[in-house]
C-alpha cells in the first residue's frame, strides 16, 4: 500500500549536521501530515517535527532553532536537516505519513527507522 524509506542516518560529533530522507512509494492517492520521531534506548517515541501539506510546521521544543523539516510534495518526500546536533539527539529517526492508499482508507504508515548517534 504505503512505504516509507529512510535515509541519511549515521555517526556526527557534537555541533554537526545530517540530513535525513524519507520518501514514500506505493499506490498513493494521498498524503496529508509527514513528520519524524525519534526514539532512544528505553524511552517513548517522542515527536520531533510535523509538516502538512501546506507546508505548516510543528516542533519539539527541544529542536527549534536547531531542526528544519520540509517537504516536496511532487515526491512524497519528507526531509529533516539536523544542525548543531548533541549527544542527546542520539536516536532512531522514524518517519511517518498520514497516506491514504488508493482503494484503502487513510491511515498512518511508518519508516523502518535510521539510527543518528552524535559523539561527544
Known amino acids: 500500500q504505503v512505504q516509507l524509506v529512510e535515509s541519511g542516518g549515521g555517526l556526527v560529533q557534537f555541533g554537526g549536521s545530517l540530513r535525513l530522507s524519507c520518501a514514500a512509494s506505493g499506490t498513493i492517492a494521498s498524503i496529508n501530515d509527514m513528520g519524524w520521531y525519534r526514539q532512544a534506548p528505553e524511552n517513548q517515541r517522542d515527536l520531533v517535527a510535523t509538516i502538512t501539506i501546506g507546508r505548516s510546521t510543528n516542533y519539539a521544543d527541544s529542536v527549534k532553532g536547531r531542526f528544519t523539516i520540509s517537504r516536496d510534495n511532487s515526491k512524497n518526500t519528507v526531509y529533516l536537516q539536523m544542525n548543531s546536533l548533541k549527544p542527546e539527539d542520539t536516536a532512531v529517526y522514524y518517519c511517518?505519513?498520514?497516506?491514504?492508499?488508493?482503494?484503502?482508507?487513510?491511515?498512518?504508515?511508518w519508516g523502518q527507522g535510521t539510527q543518528v548517534t552524535v559523539s561527544s
Open positions: 511517518y505519513a498520514d497516506a491514504r492508499p488508493r482503494g484503502y482508507a487513510r491511515g498512518i504508515y
